[in-house]
Every structure is written in structure tokens, then in C-alpha cells.
């Protein structure tokens, strides 16, 4: 009789934890100094000197004037990364849909329990400012998020939400009531700030079927939710076509 397979749960590393976060706090504060990092970071300058001389020796920062920038090995990362390339979905396409909607729109990827906006078309100063001060959103609270959770298989859904916390309770009876109705149709919705805020979302799968990615469409709920419909079959023919693409690109968002 075979043992079950069960799905082992990622545990955080103090090291990858702290490179990460210096990662991050690069990203968003361009020419940050050591000790506007120690700060940040809450960190003995001495611990934080040798993350960042190891980063430095990699690629990863550049120094300039006693001020650090994202460097060279974070860009080549993207450019060979496998999930989304330009050949699949291109700033082009993101600026199309954008026109067609007249609506702000999010290209996002998931990042372990997180989603992670990489690029965006048209303005929205909600999601807009969010996504570039913060660079992690909780799956459980973006229709992007919600659209890629959807596309799990049934073990992998149940180990994620048993490890949500307490008071995620509310995010996860929600994202199950939701959860039937997002895999019918390929689309999750999300309502913000007190209703005003409405979001349209479906994964991006890559030619095996598989989601690389997920686009949001937001903007007032005013303007949006009447034409609701109209902009799911929007989403769903645009990313059907994306899917469809070669894999092979020479360049990524």
C-alpha cells in the first residue's frame, strides 16, 4: 500500500529572509544608504554589512557613491525567467487592453503566498500607489490572487488555506464561497474601499494549460461593474490569445 503524498509547507529562513528584505527595500528606495537600510531593517550595521558586500560580490546591488541600486543579476533573472515572458504577454498587449477596457490594468505572478505586480498599463492611484510601495499583496485579497488559487488542485488549495492565520478566517470562507464559481467562469472580482473599487481578474495559462501569471482590470465601480460581462469576455479572449504564443522570447516585462 503506498503512503499518502503530502504537501510539504515552506518554513521562512532567517538568511533568505533578511536578503529578501533588502531586495525589496532596494527595490522601492533607489539610492538608499547603509544606514537608512539599518533603519529600515531594525538591523545591527554589522550583520547588515556582510549581507550586503555578499550581494555586492554577486550582482545583485551596486554601490555608487555610498548608495545602493538594484544590480545587474536581478534584471538577467527576469530576462530568463520562464513564467512570463515577452513572446507570451507584452506591454503592447497590456497598453491594448488597457484601451479597450478604459480601465487601469495589473500583470501580476505569484511570489510562495503572495502576488506580485510586475507591470501595469493605464493609471488607477489605488492599486497604482499600493503596488509600488508595497511589493507583496495576500492572494486572499486580490482578484489576481483569487484567480490563481482557483486554478490549484484540490490538496494544494487545502494546505494553502490551513495555513492561513485566525483571523484570515473571514478571506478564506469568502475566497470558498467564491471558489466553484471562479473555476466555472475563469474570473474573480473584488470589491475595495467601502465599494467604490472593483476588480476583473483571470490567470494566464502557457500553452501546456498551466496558469504563468494573472491580469487584473480596476477601476470605479461606477464605471466598471455595469459592464461587467463585457469585460470578462475581454479577459478571457485576450489572455487565451497571449497563451497561444511561442514560448521563446528575447526579452521579458
Same mark, same amino acid.
Given at each position: 500500500?503506498?503512503?499518502?503524498?503530502?504537501?510539504? $509547507?515552506?518554513?521562512?529562513?532567517?538568511? $533568505?529572509?533578511? $536578503?529578501?528584505?533588502? /531586495?525589496?527595500?532596494? /527595490?522601492?528606495? @533607489?539610492?538608499?544608504?547603509?544606514?537608512?537600510?539599518?533603519?529600515?531593517?531594525?538591523? @545591527? !550595521?554589522?550583520?547588515?554589512?556582510?549581507?550586503?558586500?555578499? /550581494?555586492?560580490? !554577486?550582482?545583485?546591488?551596486?554601490?555608487?557613491? #555610498?548608495?545602493?541600486?538594484?544590480?545587474?543579476?536581478?534584471?538577467?533573472?527576469?530576462?530568463?525567467?520562464?513564467?512570463?515572458?515577452?513572446?507570451?504577454?507584452? +506591454?503592447?498587449?497590456?497598453?491594448?487592453? #488597457?484601451?479597450?477596457?478604459?480601465?487601469?490594468?495589473?500583470?501580476?505572478?505569484?511570489?510562495?503566498?503572495?502576488? *506580485?505586480? =510586475?507591470?501595469?498599463?493605464?493609471?488607477? #492611484? &489605488? $492599486?497604482?500607489?499600493?503596488?509600488?510601495? %508595497? *511589493?507583496?499583496?495576500?492572494?486572499? =485579497?486580490?482578484?489576481?490572487?483569487?484567480? /490563481?488559487?482557483?486554478?490549484? %488542485?484540490?490538496?494544494?488549495?487545502?494546505?494553502?488555506?490551513?495555513?492561513?492565520? @485566525?483571523?484570515?478566517?473571514?478571506?478564506?470562507?469568502?475566497?470558498?464561497?467564491?471558489? %466553484?464559481?471562479?473555476?466555472? !467562469?475563469?474570473?474573480? *472580482?473584488?470589491?475595495?474601499?467601502?465599494? %467604490?473599487?472593483?476588480?476583473?481578474?483571470?490567470? &494566464?495559462?502557457?500553452?501546456?494549460?498551466?496558469?504563468?501569471?494573472? =491580469?487584473?482590470?480596476?477601476?470605479?465601480?461606477?464605471?466598471? +461593474?455595469?459592464? +461587467?460581462?463585457?469585460?470578462?469576455?475581454?479577459?478571457?479572449?485576450?489572455?487565451?490569445?497571449?497563451?497561444?504564443?511561442?514560448?521563446?522570447?528575447?526579452?521579458? *516585462?
Amino acid at each position: 500500500m503506498h503512503a499518502l503524498k503530502t504537501t510539504r $509547507v515552506p518554513n521562512p529562513h532567517r538568511t $533568505v529572509d533578511r $536578503v529578501t528584505r533588502i /531586495l525589496e527595500e532596494v /527595490l522601492y528606495n @533607489p539610492g538608499l544608504g547603509l544606514a537608512d537600510l539599518v533603519r529600515a531593517m531594525d538591523t @545591527p !550595521k554589522s550583520s547588515l554589512h556582510g549581507f550586503m558586500r555578499g /550581494l555586492m560580490a !554577486k550582482g545583485w546591488l551596486y554601490e555608487d557613491n #555610498h548608495r545602493f541600486y538594484l544590480g545587474p543579476a536581478v534584471y538577467g533573472l527576469t530576462l530568463a525567467s520562464g513564467n512570463v515572458r515577452a513572446g507570451q504577454v507584452t +506591454q503592447a498587449d497590456l497598453l491594448t487592453l #488597457h484601451d479597450r477596457t478604459g480601465a487601469a490594468v495589473f500583470l501580476g505572478v505569484q511570489a510562495g503566498d503572495d502576488l *506580485i505586480y =510586475v507591470a501595469d498599463a493605464g493609471s488607477d #492611484h &489605488i $492599486v497604482g500607489f499600493e503596488a509600488r510601495t %508595497s *511589493i507583496r499583496r495576500r492572494l486572499l =485579497v486580490t482578484a489576481g490572487g483569487k484567480a /490563481l488559487l482557483a486554478t490549484r %488542485s484540490e490538496a494544494d488549495l487545502d494546505a494553502y488555506l490551513r495555513r492561513r492565520l @485566525p483571523e484570515e478566517g473571514p478571506l478564506v470562507e469568502a475566497f470558498l464561497s467564491e471558489c %466553484s464559481g471562479i473555476r466555472k !467562469k475563469r474570473i474573480a *472580482i473584488n470589491v475595495r474601499e467601502g465599494g %467604490s473599487r472593483f476588480a476583473i481578474a483571470t490567470a &494566464i495559462p502557457n500553452r501546456d494549460g498551466q496558469p504563468s501569471a494573472t =491580469v487584473t482590470i480596476v477601476g470605479r465601480s461606477r464605471e466598471l +461593474q455595469p459592464r +461587467q460581462r463585457e469585460l470578462e469576455a475581454l479577459l478571457i479572449d485576450s489572455v487565451d490569445a497571449w497563451a497561444w504564443r511561442t514560448d521563446v522570447a528575447r526579452e521579458a *516585462i
